[in-house]
């Protein structure tokens, strides 16, 4: 089921969400699910990718994308060996979920006349007078300030019955 922040700042399941979608890229989305899923870890403790994939009904190939960004972006250290598997670089209370979602969703924009790279942005005969990316602008950065506010261990999801437990392959 999709979540919702009550309030109380409770995880608390929702069929729907009303208003306007904000959209995050599926890569984004099992990002932030696989950071909210190892939170719920003690410190340090490790799953296999594969723990992890089943626990949050992926695919492994899929996780292994995302597993690599995040390692690369220093939010999970990759572990080999027979205790080998993933676990959060540091504790999830220093990890900003904004921070996260600008790493992740680093090479998307949110117009084409965003990209960076002329040869990638649209021909709008707009742009040099357009005054709507202005206001884009600033609707993205209140939504990262709004994710900034919250850290993983905010939004750590706890283990069911049924998952993994840290340090299994099972």
């Not at 403790?45 to 089943?54: G, I, M, P, Q």
């Not at 597993?67 to 959060?88: I, K, P």
């Not at 969703?105 to 202005?134: K, Y």
């Not at 300030?145 to 261990?153: E, F, P, T, V």
């Amino acid at each position: 089921l999709p979540y919702r922040l009550s309030r109380s700042q409770d995880v608390v399941p929702s069929m729907h969400i009303p208003g306007p979608p904000m959209r995050l890229t599926a890569f984004t989305d099992l990002g932030l699910r696989a950071l909210m899923r190892l939170a719920a870890e003690p410190p340090g403790a490790a799953l296999t990718t594969d723990a992890l994939a089943r626990d949050l009904a992926i695919s492994r190939h899929h996780l292994q994308k995302v597993v690599q960004a995040l390692a690369e972006s220093g939010f999970l250290r990759t572990l080999r060996g027979a205790r080998g598997g993933v676990a959060l670089a540091r504790p999830a209370g220093e990890i900003r979920l904004g921070t996260v979602v600008r790493r992740l969703e680093r090479d998307q924009v949110l117009v084409e006349c965003f990209h960076a790279d002329p040869a990638r942005a649209c021909a709008c005969t707009l742009l040099p007078h357009c005054r709507l990316r202005g206001a884009l602008v600033e609707a993205r950065e209140a939504f990262h300030a709004s994710l900034d506010r919250l850290s993983l261990a905010d939004c750590a999801v706890p283990r069911r019955r049924g998952m993994a437990a840290a340090g299994t392959a099972a």
